[in-house]
């Protein structure tokens, strides 16, 4: 009896230690635990930094949003406007200039609102056309159909009073700056004769 109990109180013994041995290891587990929270920490970390990345891609954005924006030249293009002979308003009837004696008087094509700064082109037809035709002729020499009709008779004589005569680019299109160095026929106010002289549109007499 005295073995077995002494058995007895071994085994119990044991059986305490195995126990304890138990608790220690679930300790140490906790600890463990522990040390995966602070890993979680670093999780968090790494949240901030994709945070702050996608900060920086937003003003990466803003900026190429800022550059599309002041992309101008497109507009400074379209912004500058150039005048054209096609904005001048055509001529569309005659009217007579008298010399400052009242002696004489030219023919000149001029617009509605009596500008002699106007337009004639190929196609035009009436007055206008025929008192153009009739200054190239007389005072220009140049042969030229006299019928009221800017054909392109009319154009290649234009053109060549323009080269030749007058010192412009031969466009054959009559324009305010053909107009006032065109040569025009003075006319008689008493006869309605021509005179055999001709004068530009700013001159006032023979």
């Known amino acids: 009896m005295g073995d077995a109990g002494a058995i007895g109180g071994w085994i ?7 126990v304890l041995a138990g608790g220690a290891s679930a300790a140490g587990g906790s600890g463990s635990s522990t040390g995966s ?4 920490g670093s999780t968090g970390a790494g949240r901030s930094t994709s945070t702050a990345s996608r900060g920086s891609g937003t003003g990466g954005s803003a900026t190429g949003k800022g550059t599309t924006v ?8 379209t912004g500058t406007s150039t005048t054209t002979t096609s904005s001048v308003a055509s001529c569309t009837r005659a009217s007579r200039r008298l010399s400052v004696d009242r002696g004489h008087y030219k023919i000149l094509p001029v ?14 037809r009436g007055r206008a056309v025929t008192v153009l035709q009739q200054a190239l002729l007389m005072c220009s020499n140049r042969a030229v159909r006299v019928d009221g009709t800017f054909s392109q008779d009319t154009r290649g004589a234009l053109s060549r009073d323009q080269l030749r005569q007058l010192g412009l680019t031969p466009t054959g299109v009559y324009d305010p700056t053909t107009a006032r160095v065109v040569a025009w026929p003075w006319y008689d106010s008493t006869t309605g004769k021509f005179t055999g ?6 001159d006032q007499s023979l």
């Open 12 to 18: 119990l013994a044991a059986a305490i230690v195995t």
């Open 37 to 40: 929270t602070g890993s979680g």
């Open 70 to 77: 002041k992309g101008t030249t497109g507009k400074g293009t």
């Open 111 to 124: 617009a509605a609102d009596g500008s002699p700064d106007c337009r004639l082109t190929l196609g035009d």
């Open 197 to 202: 002289r001709c004068g530009q549109v700013a």
